[in-house]
């Protein structure tokens, strides 16, 4: 099953700035996912992003998803020192399977 | 909220010994998924259940790796004979049949073997 690949490995931006991570793919999906995960525990769903859609909104979270680029990006807006964490994309396939890139490392700094 | 538990949080363990890891997903969901994520790197899909049935178990090693759900609620993974290349974080998920897109997870067991 494919990855995505997740750019950058890793970011440290200053409390209230805004965080953008981008994950690429090279085939076709059924949806994109993305997921936090803090330091040494499970993952949380973020949010989630159908192949038709090209944008998509939750609280502080903006996803976009270009499928011709085969890319989606992530931002966090006005970021928190509890936004620190790494983030995921999870591809999930046409045959329903869900593969998960190394994911973008970040650090909000007070 | 309901969530996904695991047990133990924790556990070293040597080289050859056996080790087995417990998991009970959220009350009502038929899918389970066991995944193993080696620092740095992002989870890695070891065994999917659906019910008591596997329905994926193709990046299990199967030489030294099982996992059941016997009753198709709680899970148990075991690995016999444990390799220093096991040690990871090993985590469980689960999903309900109408959304079947959407994984939670619970906070992993982080085994150690030495």
């Known amino acids: 099953s494919q990855q995505g690949e997740e750019d950058p490995q890793a970011l440290s931006i200053q409390e209230g700035e805004n965080a953008t991570m981008n994950c690429s793919y090279k085939t076709s999906i059924n949806n994109l996912q993305w997921y936090r995960q803090n330091s040494g525990r499970g993952l949380v769903h973020l949010i989630l992003?159908?192949?038709?859609?090209r944008e998509k909104h939750s609280g502080r979270l903006r996803v976009t998803l270009d499928t011709s680029k085969k890319s989606s990006s992530l931002l966090i807006t006005a970021s928190r020192a509890a936004d620190t964490a790494s983030y995921f994309c999870a591809l999930l396939s046409n045959d329903y399977k869900l593969s998960f890139g190394a994911g973008t490392t970040v650090t909000v700094r007070a | 909220e309901a969530e996904v538990a695991q047990s133990p949080r924790y556990k070293i363990t040597e080289k050859s010994q056996a080790v087995a890891f417990w998991c009970d997903p959220i009350s009502g969901h038929a899918t389970l998924y066991w995944y193993r994520q080696i620092l740095g790197q992002g989870p890695e899909l070891l065994v999917q259940f659906q019910d008591e049935s596997v329905v994926d178990d193709s990046q299990l090693p199967k030489d030294r790796f099982s996992a059941e759900r016997l009753k198709g609620v709680d899970s148990t993974l075991k690995i016999q004979p444990a390799e220093l290349g096991d040690s990871a974080m090993y985590l469980c998920?689960?999903?309900?049949?109408?959304?079947?897109?959407?994984?939670?997870f619970g906070p992993g067991t982080r085994l150690t073997v030495t």
């Open positions: 998920a689960s999903s309900s049949i109408d959304r079947f897109y959407e994984q939670y």
């Open positions: 992003i159908r192949s038709n859609e």
